[in-house]
């Protein structure tokens, strides 16, 4: 019977009124008091362009924020300028390289990426030079971002585990955990300030926000120096969970998003068994292992300790590169107005943000073709 009326409400306008009151019917009276009103002007032509996850990645600049595992630390081949102590250690092998060789930007790279630095860091040092959330314009297409390790402190946490005394003392590892859930649930407020501070000024472009790898295999054979099976799991633990609280800050961005009809996007990268088979443990490790001192020294933990090789970051770019062409599991759009504004000439001067003495606007196409974003004093002021 519903069916029959609809076919007569397509094809008699006067039977509208019977298919109304017999939706009345079926519903127990839900239904409208009246006609919608009439689409707008204005929503008829979308402010938006719905584009492809690639185009939504690549009509501006890219720009690539983080901590050492974007920097590139422990993957050799380092900007001169940043291998240095208390250097950024930004690595031609880092990820975002490769990601800026696989993909035809209508802009360029502009590579920030700091080892040591912290998210509570790209927070203070919003509005100076040195920051780099400041490096983000508003036309800037892609950002990665990946950064944490540092505020949860993973490092020193991993130095606690391997030098203990007794060395074989089993619970100097787990009894960090309360310390660590503390870390992490004050990171994941700080996630979500530095994540709406990216939007704020680049609401178009497309952020990749990354999770860590797993640093041990997913069944440990055996001991690992120092640390035993159940410290490795315990490790591994970790970085899951952490993963799980960036990945749910991610979320609760993108949704906000897409539920007030933006552009953009904020998408999580999962790169957790990104070294899977070839964990620090393994013949042919993807990662730096334990630095070892001079005769008597004992173990050193060396700042690239844990980190990723070259082959490291290869498979991390594989990662980034699947996200770039699949995108996330929803439509993408960009402002009309900023695809039709931008050139590439705005693009070169926008690159390295406001801030940037070698990069600032007022220099001009020319001022900022002489210099790299690795120049600037950002990157020699260390993480």
Request: charged letters at 25%; glycine letters at 10%; one cysteine or more.
């Amino acid at each position: 019977m519903l069916v029959l009326s609809l076919i007569v409400m397509l094809t008699v306008p006067a039977g509208r009124d019977s298919l109304r009151s017999l939706w009345c019917e079926i519903t127990g009276g839900v239904c409208p008091a009246e006609d919608l009103p009439p689409i707008t002007e204005e929503e008829q032509a979308d402010w938006r362009e719905r584009v492809s996850p690639q185009d939504g990645a690549l009509w501006g600049n890219y720009v690539a924020l983080g901590d050492s595992y974007s920097s590139g630390d422990g993957a050799g081949d380092y900007a001169p300028e940043t291998a240095v102590p208390g250097g950024c250690w930004r690595s031609s092998n880092a990820y975002a390289h490769l990601i800026e060789d696989e993909f035809d930007f209508a802009g360029s790279l502009a590579f920030y990426a700091c080892s040591s630095h912290k998210g509570r860091e790209m927070l203070d040092e919003l509005g100076t030079p040195e920051s780099q959330i400041e490096r983000v314009t508003e036309h800037t297409s892609l950002v990665t971002l990946g950064i944490g390790g540092n505020d949860l402190g993973f490092i020193p946490v991993l130095r606690t585990c391997i030098v203990r005394m007794p060395l074989l003392e089993s619970g100097v590892c787990t009894e960090q955990e309360e310390d660590i859930e503390k870390r992490m649930r004050q990171f994941e407020e700080t996630l979500d300030t530095v994540i709406a501070e990216i939007r704020e000024r680049a609401p178009d472009a497309r952020l990749l926000v990354l999770g860590y790898p797993r640093l041990f295999p997913e069944e440990p054979p055996a001991m690992y120096y120092t640390l035993t099976v159940n410290d490795q799991l315990w490790l591994n633990g970790i970085a899951e969970r952490f993963n799980e609280r960036i990945r749910d800050a991610v979320y609760r961005a993108d949704g906000d998003v897409y539920g007030s009809r933006g552009t953009g996007s904020v998408e999580y990268v999962n790169t957790f068994s990104a070294l899977a088979g070839h964990e620090v443990s393994a013949e042919d490790a993807w990662l730096n292992g334990i630095v070892l001192g001079r005769f008597g020294e004992g173990l050193k933990v060396d700042r690239a300790t844990f980190h990723p090789t070259a082959q490291g970051q290869m498979s991390i770019a594989e990662r980034v590169r699947l996200q770039i062409v699949e995108g996330p599991e929803r439509v993408l759009y960009v402002s009309r107005e900023t695809l039709e504004r931008v050139d590439e000439s705005l693009l070169h001067t926008e690159l390295g943000g406001p801030l940037d003495p070698v990069h600032a606007p007022s220099g001009g196409p020319s001022d900022a073709a002489s210099a790299s974003p690795s120049e600037s004093p950002v990157n020699e002021a260390g993480g």
